[in-house]
């Protein structure tokens, strides 16, 4: 699908993530999840219609979140504007913030390899209403989704971990890595009660049992270190 060419060249692929896990990474000093001072947050981003439902879900889940946790006397710090972002070592320092943090799993979940579908949405925003258009989006796109097409984990579920700071995110494949209760807190997609969210937001003991048991798992291993993936480079070489 997407190289043709190089397939009927007889090319042979091999697939890697989409990043790896630094050294750097190993040597945060996580706190504490009783001393951090909040208990949910989030940087999320409004992608490209074009990319489909996968990616819309990237700002969804922050609303939702926001939503289904009011009046929950959490403290959460949830944002979907680019003005908000934290670069740099604050990204690191704002994970150890907070206990948890929502995610989603990244990539796209339509192929637009000639850009056509983005020329359409562009057009479709400049003659439609916005209300209109964000209803009209997922009609309008649901006939080019391929759900598993093209969604990975992404270095950001990697940072997460390292800092012991547990993910809430909608369930996904996440490249085989990450499985629901033991590395992440599941949210399904239609369910707009998040009461079991809040209470697992509040219970430290299982917090901690997630992020230990992910962090071993997928950074203390060292399985997917920049290492890692140098050596099995050279293999495949």
């Known amino acids: 699908r997407f ?15 989409t990043g790896y896990i ?21 940087r999320g981003s409004r992608q490209p219609e074009s990319f489909g ?31 908000d972002r934290k670069l740099g070592t604050g990204w690191y320092d704002f994970l150890s913030s907070s206990r948890a943090t929502l995610g989603v799993e990244s990539g796209a979940s339509i192929l ?25 989006r997922r009609s309008a796109f649901a006939p080019w989704e391929e ?27 996440f490249s085989g890595l990450l499985e629901a209760g033991k590395h992440y807190i599941s949210v399904p997609r239609l369910d707009t009660d998040w ?3 809040a209470d697992s937001l ?4 299982k917090l901690k049992q997630i992020a230990d048991f992910a962090y071993n798992d997928i ?4 399985r997917l270190s920049y290492a890692s993936f140098i050596r099995s480079a050279e293999q495949t070489l």
């Not at 190289?3 to 993530?17: Q, S, T």
């Not at 637009?112 to 009209?136: C, H, V, W």
């Not at 950074?219 to 060292?222: L, Q």
């Open 195 to 197: 009461n079991d969210v």
């Open 147 to 173: 759900p598993g097409i093209y969604s990975a984990i992404a270095p950001r579920h990697f940072e997460a971990i390292a800092t012991r700071t547990v993910q809430v995110m909608y369930g996904g494949d």
């Open 3 to 17: 190289y043709p060419r190089a397939l009927k060249a007889g090319v042979e692929f091999v697939p890697w993530m």
């Open 112 to 136: 637009d390899p000639n850009g056509r579908l983005e020329r359409m949405a562009t057009r479709l925003k400049s003659i439609l209403p916005q209300d209109y258009f964000a209803f009209l």
């Open 202 to 205: 509040r219970d430290y003991t």
């Open 22 to 42: 630094p050294e750097r990474l190993k040597n945060i000093k996580s706190r504490a999840h009783a001393s951090r001072p909040l208990d949910l947050i989030y």
């Open 219 to 222: 950074v203390a291993s060292g």
């Open 53 to 83: 439902q996968l990616a819309f879900e990237k700002a969804a889940i922050a609303e939702r979140a926001l939503k289904g946790l009011a009046g929950q006397s959490l403290r959460l710090d949830i944002s979907n504007r680019w003005e």
